[in-house]
């Protein structure tokens, strides 16, 4: 499986790393809470989002956490 990294406009190798392997709080863009076992997208940044972060990329080219970056 791969996947397109929206930031760098590069092809990223799907990696162990994009299951969450902890909780980890609250999805900036879904509010859904991160849960241990969830699919996840990890940005260049390290921001963390469930896959909802591909609709975001449809319309926005940053991270919703780091605008000016």
Do not use: M
Not at 2 to 26: Q, R, W
Not at 28 to 51: F, M, N, V
Request: glycine share 2%; with cysteine.
């Amino acid at each position: 499986l791969v996947v397109v990294c929206f930031l760098t406009l590069s092809l990223c190798a799907l990696s162990p790393e994009d299951v969450l392997s902890k909780d980890a709080g609250e999805c900036a863009i879904c509010l859904e809470e991160l849960q241990q076992g969830d699919t996840i997208a990890r940005l260049p940044c390290l921001c963390i989002y469930h896959k909802c972060i591909d609709e975001w990329f449809e319309v926005n080219r940053s991270c919703p956490e780091h605008p000016s970056d």
